[in-house]
């Protein structure tokens, strides 16, 4: 049973437009989430996180939005940007799990100049 | 400063094998992680390990896999005779302590013929 869940394995997106990644959980006891990205070949690295007591936090061009009534965070990219492509992860910790991080499937983000 | 680093970058072993792949954590990180990847799969918890603690394991998809982490530094994951469905993408990620961010290695390809 998926904890973490990224329901659209790609997502295509001209330069300079936004970006927009989606993750559902599904225990409410996560108190903590990241988005990690991944070039091929490459470990994932971490990007931006949010803490359940927030409902958003921005960095640059990347903002997290958390929504914890409807279990569902996303990941905005403003403006896009062809260096962007690469797999994003999202995922969630807390909840008895001890620290170590539930991932979702990832989502491959295709930026086209 | 240095990151997560691990060794062999690649390995390609026959089924029924040993193989033992290295994570050397960033200095002073207390926990450390192993996940792996599968085609295709987001990344799946393996074992945590926090300070002198004993390990989490609960991750470990059989008696197979272990793990060892020598003075609170380097860890060593071991797989005895491999199958071929252990071909992955082994990750190890090391944290500050519990519940901090983690920062991931480029990873062990693991490839089992």
């Known amino acids: 049973d998926q904890q973490v869940k990224q329901n659209s394995p790609s997502l295509s997106v001209q330069e300079g437009r936004i970006s927009i990644l989606n993750c559902d959980y599904t225990n409410s006891m996560f108190d903590y989430f990241l988005w990690y990205k991944k070039y091929p070949a490459e470990g994932p690295t971490f990007l931006i996180s949010i803490s359940s007591i927030k409902d958003k936090n921005e960095d640059g061009r990347f903002t997290v939005f958390l929504n914890k009534s409807a279990k569902h965070l996303s990941l905005h990219i403003v403006p896009s940007q062809p260096g962007d492509s690469a797999v994003y992860f999202c995922?969630?910790?807390?909840?008895?799990?001890?620290?170590?991080?539930?991932f979702g499937k990832g989502t491959k983000l295709s930026v086209k100049p | 400063g240095a990151g997560v680093s691990q060794s062999p970058s690649n390995k390609v072993t026959e089924k029924g094998k040993d193989v033992e792949l290295r994570c050397d954590p960033i200095?002073?990180?207390?926990?450390l992680y192993w996940y792996r990847q599968s085609l295709g799969q987001g990344l799946e918890f393996l074992i945590y390990?926090?300070?002198?603690?004993?390990?989490?394991k609960s991750g470990l998809p059989s008696d197979r896999f272990s793990a060892e982490r020598t003075g609170g530094s380097v860890s060593t994951l071991t797989i005895q005779r491999t199958q071929q469905e252990d071909s992955a993408v082994y990750l190890c990620?090391?944290?500050?302590?519990?519940?901090?961010?983690?920062?991931f290695g480029p990873g062990t390809r693991l490839l089992v013929l």
């Open positions: 995922a969630a910790s807390g909840g008895g799990s001890q620290g170590n991080l539930i």
């Open positions: 390990f926090q300070g002198n603690s004993a390990p989490d």
């Open positions: 200095s002073g990180h207390t926990a």
């Open positions: 990620a090391s944290s500050l302590n519990r519940a901090e961010t983690q920062y």
